[in-house]
């Protein structure tokens, strides 16, 4: 039982991983075109194109969790890992 909810758990963890990768690639170049719009330069254009990324995994993972039909905190909780797994640096080696 626990060996199979573990394997549930995992496998859950990684279509969500691969959702959250898949439905965020496409803001980027929406953020940078509107960035380029605004003539955004130094710290303003960090800052925005932080905020536009955040908000778009906000809304794609608002949009994963609806289709996952969860609700309460198990949807504030699957959004805050989304977001920030969505927004997370990836590691420089």
Known sequence: MLRST???LIF?????CS???FAQAPAAPDCASRATEKKLH???LNSFMKK???DAAAASCEAAAA???LAGAAKASFAKK???DATAKPNAQ
Do not use: H, L, Q
Request: proline share 0%.
């Open 6 to 8: 573990f394997a549930y």
């Open 12 to 16: 859950a963890a990684c279509v969500s």
């Open 19 to 21: 959702a959250t990768a």
């Open 42 to 44: 130094g710290s303003a």
């Open 52 to 54: 536009c990324e955040r």
């Open 67 to 69: 289709e996952k039909k």
């Open 82 to 84: 989304c977001i920030k």
